[in-house]
T-cell receptor, first 116, second 115 residues
Framework: DAMVIQNPRYQVTQFGKPVTLSCSQTLNHNVMYWYQQKSSQAPKLLFH???????NEADTPDNFQSRRPNTSFCFLDIRSPGLGDAAMYLC???????????????FGPGTRLTVL | AQSVAQPEDQVNVAEGNPLTVKCTYSVSGNPYLFWYVQYPNRGLQFLLKYITGDNLVKGSYGFEAEFNKSQTSFHLKKPSALVSDSALYFC?????????????FGIGTKLQVIP
């Protein structure tokens, strides 16, 4: 019954070592989002895909990249993780945001990234 | 720019008592408003949303929220708190203007229900 799945749930990487986080969805939603959430902070939107169209937030560092090979999957790549990138990374989906859709977002359980 | 304020870092309430978690917002147009709940080491779960119409919105798990345009508020309420309601609650807003509008989340309010 899982709708938004994130793997792994916990990821440990070394400073500067590339890491990829995975998200998949069974909802067939058009939109997929990646958020970074640090302790006691609001989730911070990094970027989103509307179908195949990538939309980056202006303040997202170049160190963060994303891929969406198909409707179901989306990946977050951190090219050279720094200590400041340690956080919970949340994937979310929404059906749409065009027309009358109001983009209720459905979140995965998150991947907690530790950088050593 | 749109913003959300959750003025209380933590709310403590005794089990069985009514609870309120406060949220105020700022947006240039009309708002869409959301409440999400987050349990430890989990993602956010949608509780309810206000789009238009009745100012009192009912959601999951017995929660409701009241949209007050004049006070730009969208407080979350529940008549009788359960220990299992203890979690982190996020209010969120987006401008209702058509097309893509980013959703802005508040920093969250920790709800502690005391047995």
């Amino acid at each position: 019954d899982a709708m938004v799945i994130q793997n792994p749930r916990y990821q440990v990487t070394q400073f500067g070592k590339p890491v990829t986080l995975s998200c998949s969805q069974t909802l067939n939603h058009n939109v997929m989002y990646w958020y970074q959430q640090k302790s006691s902070q609001a989730p911070k939107l990094l970027f989103h895909y509307y179908d195949k169209d990538f939309n980056n937030e202006a303040d997202t560092p170049d160190n963060f990249q994303s891929r969406r090979p198909n409707t179901s999957f989306c990946f977050l790549d951190i090219r050279s993780p720094g200590l400041g990138d340690a956080a919970m990374y949340l994937c979310a989906t929404s059906r749409d945001y065009q027309g009358t859709y109001t983009d209720t977002q459905y979140f995965g359980p998150g991947t907690r990234l530790t950088v050593l | 720019a749109q913003s959300v304020a959750q003025p209380e870092d933590q709310v403590n309430v005794a089990e069985g008592n009514p609870l309120t978690v406060k949220c105020t917002y700022s947006v240039s147009g009309n708002p869409y408003l959301f409440w999400y709940v987050q349990y430890p080491n989990r993602g956010l779960q949608f509780l309810l949303k206000y789009i238009t119409g009745d100012n009192l919105v009912k959601g999951s798990y017995g929660f409701e929220a009241e949209f007050n345009k004049s006070q730009t508020s969208f407080h979350l309420k529940k008549p009788s708190a359960l220990v299992s309601d203890s979690a982190l609650y996020f209010c969120a807003v987006r401008d209702a203007t058509g097309g893509y509008q980013k959703v802005t989340f508040g920093i969250g309010t920790k709800l502690q229900v005391i047995p």
